[in-house]
């Protein structure tokens, strides 16, 4: 049996990133100079590997991550599926632990294993991973598709990693993340193998 392969990176930076701001699903942020630069580095790494097809929630940031990769006319098709989880009214906010014991409150909850509980106005990590489903469930019906390259965002990223890799999702902080970091994953047909973590590697500055 062929093995497939999942290049899944987190999107790149974006103002809000930079300055802290909660985003979540719904706000739609653009990348900033060091997203772009960071785009342009993963691209410039990665542009030999023969992707089939590349994937990306519909948030623009997340499109923008990987958009040299579409331009070289690669297969693109977003799913909200894969959108960030809604962070509800704490969305474009600034988050502190001074200021929003009950925000930091909810993720130690999450951590204590109180995965449906949803943040106020928003969702609980059991409900993303509930949407993400259908995608998971499509993307491994294409085996013709043997390497792919799914571009994605933080809290949601851990919670796909934690259903790939059958993790309780109370153990997702365990999947750390920055901007444009890289997981490369292989799937037998029966189980996910997790071959790169959280690879920052082509971020660094090139060599003079």
């Known amino acids: 049996m062929s093995i497939k392969k999942i290049y899944l990176i987190r999107h790149g930076q974006t103002d809000f990133n930079l300055k802290g701001i909660v985003q979540g699903s719904g706000v739609d942020a653009a990348l900033n100079e060091t997203g772009r630069r960071q785009a342009a580095r993963f691209f410039e790494k990665y542009k030999h590997v ?3 097809k590349v994937y990306t929630s519909v948030l623009q940031r997340s499109i923008q991550s990987v958009q ?14 894969l959108n960030e989880i809604c962070w ?19 993720l130690s909850r999450w951590c204590d294993g109180e995965t449906a509980l949803c943040i106020e106005g928003g969702e609980s990590p059991e409900l993303v991973a509930a949407r993400q489903m259908p995608f998971i469930d499509l ?3 294409r ?5 792919v390259l799914i571009c994605m965002h933080g809290r949601a990223m851990r919670i796909l990693l934690s259903t ?3 993790y309780p999702l109370k153990c997702m902080d365990q999947f750390v993340h920055e901007n444009l970091c890289l997981y490369e994953l292989e799937y037998t ?12 590697a082509h971020l660094q500055e090139p060599a003079e």
């Open 164 to 166: 790939l890799l059958n």
């Open 88 to 106: 509800g009214t704490r969305e474009g906010t600034l988050i502190t632990p001074e200021e929003d014991a009950y925000y930091h409150d909810t």
């Open 50 to 52: 023969a992707f089939q």
């Open 68 to 81: 040299g990769f579409i331009d070289l006319g690669i297969p693109h098709e977003q799913h909200a599926g």
């Open 139 to 141: 993307m491994l019906s």
């Open 189 to 200: 047909g029966s189980m996910f193998v997790v071959k790169r973590f959280c690879d920052v």
């Open 143 to 147: 085996p013709e598709e043997e390497t």
